[in-house]
């Protein structure tokens, strides 16, 4: 394996454990995370909060799986970042805004580098 093709696969490994920890942190423990919903969700939705808290951690462990198994990466990758990047749009301008916006960016990043070796 030559060392790009390394660098993708840690690159896309790294990236699936943040998606799938979060994911199933949402879906085991869900309460903590409703003040994170935003109140235009709550009003675009129509849901609970609790709802879509569920529905975001089921989204992220279904999209940080493909990324894990390297199934159709390039649009996971895609729907993920652009997913993080309306999460980071809304949290702004904070420490947990620029953590999340370098994650966008490295989650952009996997979208157009595209499969490697070990992914599709």
């Known amino acids: 394996m030559s060392r790009t093709q390394a660098g993708l696969l840690v690159l896309r490994l790294g990236l699936a454990s943040v998606f799938l920890w979060f994911g199933f942190s949402q879906l085991l423990d869900g309460i903590n995370w409703v003040g994170w919903v935003p109140a235009w969700a709550v009003a ?10 569920l529905g ?8 940080g799986a493909l990324l894990a198994m390297g199934l159709w990466t390039r649009f996971a990758a895609l729907v993920l970042a652009l997913h993080l990047a309306l999460i980071t749009f809304d949290i702004g301008l904070t420490a947990i805004g620029v953590r999340d916006f370098g994650l966008t960016l490295a989650t952009f990043a996997l979208a157009l580098l595209g499969k490697g070796d070990q992914s599709t």
Do not use: K, R, T
């Open 44 to 53: 675009l939705l129509h849901l609970p909060p609790a709802f879509i808290v």
């Open 56 to 63: 975001n951690g089921l989204f992220e462990v279904v999209f």
